[in-house]
Nanobody, 118 residues
Framework: QVQLVESGGGLVQPGGSLRLSCAAS????????MGWYRQAPGKPRELVAA???????NYADSAKGRFTISRDNAKNTATLQMNSLKPEDTAVYYC????????????WGQGTQVTVSS
């Protein structure tokens, strides 16, 4: 099994910044992607940003220009730097790790609350 521990959520004013971190441990053998998703009340979970092996990234349109994802492959960690936060960014943010060996294995963290409010 793989365990994902997220940290860094909290309350921030509009225009502020937060940095989310995700640390993976356990049976890690071949990470394909690490990424961040979010889910606001009454809405489906959606991709925020993901980074593939090799460094390519995928961002939601709402995150482009404001959020930056990074990974430390040696430490099996992923970080999401969020700047210029807006109230509509308020959600529970989840870390997701995908491994591949013949088939795909997805793992999710418990989530961390991000609230953007004045």
């Amino acid at each position: 099994q793989v365990q994902l521990v997220e940290s860094g959520g909290g309350l921030v004013q509009p225009g502020g910044s937060l940095r989310l971190s995700c640390a993976a441990s356990g049976s890690i053998f071949s990470i394909y992607t690490m990424g961040w998703y979010r889910q606001a009340p009454g809405k489906p979970r959606e991709l925020v940003a993901a980074m593939f092996n090799g460094g390519s990234t995928n961002y939601a349109d709402s995150a482009k220009g404001r959020f930056t994802i990074s990974r430390d492959n040696a430490k099996n960690t992923a970080t999401l730097q969020m700047n210029s936060l807006k109230p509509e960014d308020t959600a529970v943010y989840y870390c997701k790790l995908t491994q591949r060996r013949i088939r795909t294995y997805d793992y999710w963290g418990q989530g961390t609350q991000v609230t953007v409010s004045s």
